[in-house]
Structures are given as structure tokens and as C-alpha cells.
């Protein structure tokens, strides 16, 4: 099964620019995985925010961007806020199934 | 905006069977489907599956294959997710997804905690 890779971790200060990477064991990310992007804060349902790579859902604050990059999918905050701090998921669509990747948790400081 | 509400958290035994619910409100019930995630304490959301709204068609991830299935009763709006021969790992909060569109993984139900312990 394909396996799907996140930095475990990441800090950023408030109103500086992270991010995150989304990579597929079987190779370059493209369109084809339709990528998600989720937040999610301790105790609480995840929250989309980014589907098919780029577009964003009508509640997604502008900060938040997606994209592919170098082979992988990426998610870019800027002008992060204190309350992004949280855990982000991907999720690619992988030949049939769907994947997530293991988790970043963002950390602002 | 779809809404979707999940049934309440269930206590089960080793070799139970567990049905949850997910109720959506706010859109017409058809077109695409909705996905089950779940996520074990302190882990990461792991996908199970998904079941196509107009004409039921499944899809589960391997590791559930034999032990899981999605139905829905478009008349109640409403997703299912049964598993089977629960065991103590099995323990997890329990997710529907809403899928609108090709790629569109949107809005997600409250969560349902399931707890396997003898």
C-alpha cells in the first residue's frame, strides 16, 4: 500500500510563513491525487481546507494555500496566526484507495 | 451548507458488531458520497472506505475488507457504517466525510467514539 510522508513536525513564529509537504511513496504527486488538506485541533473533528491541490472551501482563510511543488503536495500558511496551531493531514487518492499521510503538527511560537 | 450529524458514542465487547450512523442535512443526497475515517487515540486519521450516494457502490481499504460495510438510506439522508468482529484496536472515534465533488472531500460529522473492551 502507498504510504504517504509529512514533516512530523514544524514551528513558525506568528506572522512568518510555513510549508508543508505531502509526498507519495510511489512517486511525483500530481492532479491525479486530487489532494486534501485538513486541520485539526485537539479534541475536535478535522476541518478542510484545500481540495484538488489548490482550491479552497468557501470558510478556508485566505492564509492557507495549496499547491504541488517539487513532487509533492504542499500547504502554505502565511501571515500564520496563534490559532493555526494545530495538526494538518493530507489525503491523496491512490490508484483506488485513499491515504492519508501521517500528520504535521504545527507548532506556533 | 451540509451538515452532518453522527450517532452517539457505543461501548462494545470483543467480537461485537458496531453500526453508526451519519445524518446530513443541508443538500440534496446524491452526487458523490461520503467516507469513513477514524482516528485512534493519539493517532493518525486513517481512511476505511467510501460508499457512493446515487448508486451505493463501495470501496474499503484493504484492512478492513470482510469486516466493514457502508450502506445508506437516501429516503433518511443518511450514511452507515457497520464493523464487525470488533477487537480491542478497533477502538477510535469514528468519522464521516461528505464528498460532493470529484476531489471535494468537504464537510465531516461530530465524530463517534467507539470503545471495545471486555
Known amino acids: 500500500q502507498t504510504v504517504v510522508t509529512q514533516e512530523p513536525s514544524l514551528t513558525v513564529s506568528p506572522g512568518g510563513t510555513v510549508t508543508l509537504t505531502c509526498a507519495s511513496s510511489?512517486?511525483?504527486?500530481?492532479?491525479?491525487?486530487?489532494p486534501n488538506w485538513f486541520q485539526q485541533k485537539p479534541g475536535q473533528a478535522p476541518r478542510a481546507l484545500i481540495y484538488?491541490?489548490?482550491n479552497k472551501h468557501s470558510w478556508t482563510p485566505a492564509r492557507f494555500s495549496g499547491s504541488l511543488l517539487g513532487g509533492k503536495a504542499a500547504l502554505t500558511l502565511s501571515g500564520v496566526q496563534p490559532e493555526d496551531e494545530a495538526e494538518y493531514y493530507c489525503?491523496?487518492?491512490?490508484?483506488?484507495?485513499?491515504?492519508f499521510g501521517g500528520g504535521t503538527k504545527l507548532t506556533v511560537l | 451548507q451540509v451538515q452532518l450529524v453522527q450517532s452517539g458514542a457505543e461501548v462494545k465487547k470483543p467480537g461485537a458488531s458496531v453500526k453508526v450512523s451519519c445524518k446530513a442535512s443541508?443538500?440534496?443526497?446524491?452526487?458523490?458520497?461520503f467516507h469513513w475515517v477514524r482516528q485512534a487515540p493519539g493517532q493518525r486519521l486513517e481512511w476505511m472506505g467510501w460508499?457512493?450516494?446515487?448508486?451505493?457502490?463501495?470501496k474499503y481499504a484493504q484492512q478492513f475488507q470482510g469486516r466493514v460495510i457502508f450502506t445508506r438510506d437516501t429516503s433518511a439522508n443518511t450514511a452507515y457504517m457497520e464493523l464487525s468482529s470488533l477487537r480491542s484496536e478497533d477502538t477510535a472515534v469514528y468519522f464521516c466525510?461528505?464528498?460532493?465533488?470529484?476531489?471535494?472531500?468537504?464537510?465531516w460529522g461530530q465524530g463517534t467514539l467507539v470503545s471495545v473492551s471486555s
Open positions: 466525510v461528505r464528498q460532493l465533488r470529484l476531489g471535494e472531500l468537504s464537510a
Open positions: 443541508g443538500d440534496a443526497f446524491t452526487g458523490y458520497g
Open positions: 460508499i457512493n450516494v446515487d448508486n451505493g457502490n463501495t
Open positions: 510511489t512517486g511525483a504527486v500530481t492532479s491525479d491525487y486530487y
Open positions: 484538488s491541490a489548490s
Open positions: 489525503l491523496l487518492h491512490c490508484d483506488g484507495p485513499w491515504v
